[in-house]
């Protein structure tokens, strides 16, 4: 188990295999985000998007999922978030599209009210099959001291 | 329609009412966010959370979800987002809890490149029944000017 004295300013890690799928971005928007270019190509083509995309939220839900993949094999002592700064769509997903994480710690430090925890902060990057960059986000990540 | 023409500094907008169900909340963090506090009342019991609490990205897929919904009523000439700035999960979103959203329009500019779009910036803020604020963010939303 990782602790917050596990964590350094400038360690990377890079995670995730997410194969995207028409099926689950058009039940994901159906849901959340039913804008026309988010459930058919042909209202799609008049627009940026060219073809179905998914929901950038879709996209984050998407990247959570790896995220807690990943700790299965490499688990943290995290307690949750209080949030994610300059989240950014910056391409297009499409089906058939393959995501991947890029993370790269920015910031690291110890609660001054509470002993036992502490915050990191992490640069987040999603990339697609063709190492595009398509989203990226400054995350905000609680997690537990190492126990004395 | 409205158009960035429509859209000024210091527009409010008070929308959505959402339940959110036990249901939706263990059936969303089981694909995207499978963190024992968002799965169990055992387990989220022995953390801040106290009970099951819905992950951070459900709330904004919530969220996107009332978005939507008030644009059928008020039509605007969206154009989709390039990202959110400052989100963050105030508190926690229990089962039960019935949410709705608040709108500040913070800014509004013109494309320099793009003689048709622009930009606006919304202050957004989510509220559960107790009027207790759950979430807010910073959104950033692309919108045509008004045909000539």
Redesign the interface.
């Known amino acids: 188990m990782l602790y917050l004295e596990d964590i350094e300013v400038g360690q990377k890690a890079s995670f995730g295999r997410y194969e995207v799928t028409r099926e689950e971005v058009i039940a994901?928007a159906s849901?959340?985000?039913?804008?026309p270019?988010h459930l058919s190509d042909e209202a799609a083509a008049k627009?940026?998007?060219g073809r179905i995309a998914a929901?950038?939220?879709?996209t984050?839900?998407?990247t959570?999922?790896m995220i807690?993949e990943n700790g299965k094999t490499n688990p943290m002592a995290t307690?949750?978030?209080?949030?994610?700064?300059?989240?950014?769509?910056l391409r297009p997903v499409y089906p058939g599209d393959t995501l991947r994480v890029e993370t790269l710690i920015a910031d690291v430090t110890p609660s001054r009210s509470k002993p036992d925890i502490g915050t990191f902060k992490s640069d987040l990057t999603v990339f697609n099959q063709g190492d595009v960059a398509v989203m990226r986000m400054k995350t905000i990540v609680l997690i537990r001291r190492r126990p004395a």
């Open positions: 994901f849901k959340y985000d039913a804008q270019f627009t940026y998007f929901s950038g939220w879709h984050c839900a998407m959570m999922s807690v307690m949750g978030s209080p949030g994610v700064d300059e989240l950014r769509w």
